[in-house]
T-cell receptor, first 112, second 118 residues
Framework: DGGITQSPKYLFRKEGQNVTLSCEQN?????MYWYRQDPGQGLRLIYY???????QKGDIAEGYSVSREKKESFPLTVTSAQKNPTAFYLC???????????FGQGTRLTVV | AQKVTQAQTEISVVEKEDVTLDCVYE???????LFWYKQPPSGELVFLIR??????QNEISGRYSWNFQKSTSSFNFTITASQVVDSAVYFC???????????????FGQGTRLTINP
């Protein structure tokens, strides 16, 4: 079945470490997005990409990095510069202008 | 700049009551799309509806209905005869159409946690 796969579902990171969250889609969608969700703050946009090898910063990009080397993949790296990385991370993709986005099941990152 | 505000952080009602979730958006653009999503406890967002800025017709789908009013920049969502299974967090979102081909930002509101009590 077509969809978006995020892995892992749960991730624990020690302070000072970088960690990479995986997002893969087989929907042949052009655009992909990363969001962070904290209690009471809704979804905040970290990075987004329309095409391969091109991406833009969202509202809270500091401490994060992404790559878009393949159309189907949009990994997110949470670097040690991100001071409060514990959150629920959601990846999404969509096809064309104005279409709805499809979401993965999310990765819950905890700093220990 | 684009912004979506869902002023109701949490709503709790008894089953079978009607409930309306508010969504107010801000944009200077004339062409845009609005969306509603449902997030059940599993965490994955489920798409409910899309509306473009040129279509102000209200939409009804079963117990769900949406009221889009450009004059007040609102896109409210009503659940009629609510059920326990409607309990979830609901998000309103906005996207603009780029003038030239490019990435579209998709911006969400803070979400409203809806609890339907039996």
């Amino acid at each position: 079945d077509g969809g978006i796969t995020q892995s892992p579902k749960y991730l624990f990171r020690k302070e000072g470490q970088n960690v990479t969250l995986s997002c893969e889609q087989n929907l042949n969608h052009d655009a992909m997005y990363w969001y962070r969700q904290d209690p009471g703050q809704g979804l905040r946009l970290i990075y987004y990409s329309q095409i391969v090898n091109d991406f833009q910063k969202g509202d809270i990009a500091e401490g994060y990095s992404v790559s878009r080397e393949k159309k189907e993949s949009f990994p997110l790296t949470v670097t040690s510069a991100q001071k409060n990385p514990t959150a629920f991370y959601l990846c999404a993709s969509r096809q064309g202008l104005g279409t709805e986005a499809f979401f993965g099941q999310g990765t819950r990152l905890t700093v220990v | 700049a684009q912004k979506v505000t869902q002023a109701q952080t949490e709503i709790s009602v008894v089953e079978k009551e009607d409930v309306t979730l508010d969504c107010v958006y801000e944009t200077r653009d004339t062409t845009y799309y609005l969306f509603w999503y449902k997030q059940p406890p599993s965490g994955e967002l489920v798409f409910l509806i899309r509306r473009n800025s040129f279509d102000e017709q209200n939409e009804i789908s079963g117990r769900y209905s949406w009221n889009f009013q450009k004059s007040t920049s609102s896109f409210n969502f009503t659940i009629t005869a609510s059920q326990v299974v409607d309990s979830a967090v609901y998000f309103c979102a906005l996207t603009l159409l780029p003038i030239i081909q490019g990435a579209q930002k998709l911006v969400f509101g803070q979400g409203t946690r809806l609890t339907i009590n039996p």
